[in-house]
């Protein structure tokens, strides 16, 4: 198990119903984080989102460590 730190914005915020966790998770990839924690909170579909580890954009497929800290960033909307 890891202890990671997730911040959520936008839409992922509002499921989520809070900004940021911590949390405890056997996923081993951002990608199975998200989709663990899309399970927990409900997130709807949102189109590509992008995944940031430890403050620089990464690889949905890169392994997670103990203290990471991870931001899945939605598309941004505009007009």
């Known amino acids: 198990m890891r202890e990671i730190q997730v911040e959520y914005f936008a839409a992922l915020r509002e499921h989520a119903g ?3 966790e911590r949390l405890r998770t056997a996923a081993r990839t951002p990608r199975e984080l998200f989709a663990e924690l899309s399970r927990r909170h409900g997130f709807p579909e949102l189109g590509p989102l992008k995944v940031a580890v430890n403050d620089e ?3 949905w497929e890169a ?3 103990d203290g990471d800290s ?3 960033i ?3 909307a505009g007009g």
Do not use: K, Q, S, W
Request: with cysteine; proline share 20%.
């Open 74 to 76: 939605p598309p941004v």
């Open 63 to 65: 392994p997670l460590a």
């Open 57 to 59: 954009f990464g690889d």
């Open 70 to 72: 991870v931001v899945f």
């Open 18 to 20: 809070c900004g940021r």
